[in-house]
């Protein structure tokens, strides 16, 4: 059972940045892929952005192209979501979550992703 750790939430002005970090424990971290995703109150869970196990392809939300970079060191066994540009709308709770299959990426897919952190909470002002 992988064991997920997000930090770096915290409040933002509108514009500014923020990096959030996940870092992974439990199992072996190169062979599986990761992603985040956010929840905002009152709404539904949604994909943010996915890696695959290498880093070689990602996967991005519409809503946060270009302003989003998700970017993972297997070495740390962590992975990160540079977020910049940020707006009110963005914030929310975000979680790290990663899939099962080894050697496997889902892309967008959100039910493929099954093993989740707990969480860390983005605020944006305006």
């Known amino acids: 059972q992988v064991h997920l750790v997000e930090s770096g939430g915290g409040l933002v002005q509108a514009g500014g940045s923020l990096r959030l970090s996940c870092a992974a424990s439990?199992?072996?971290?190169?062979?599986?892929?990761m992603g985040w995703f956010r929840q905002a109150p009152g709404k539904e869970r949604e994909f943010v952005a996915g890696i695959s196990w290498t880093g070689g392809r990602t996967a991005y939300a519409d809503s946060i192209k270009g302003r989003f970079a998700i970017s993972r060191d297997n070495a740390k066994d962590t992975v990160y979501l540079q977020m910049s540009s940020l707006k009110p709308e963005d914030t929310a709770v975000y979680y790290c979550a990663t899939v099962s299959k080894l050697y496997y990426f889902p892309g967008t897919e959100e039910d493929e992703y099954d093993q989740w952190g707990q969480g860390t909470q983005v605020t944006v002002s305006s």
């Open positions: 439990g199992r072996t971290f190169s062979g599986y892929a």
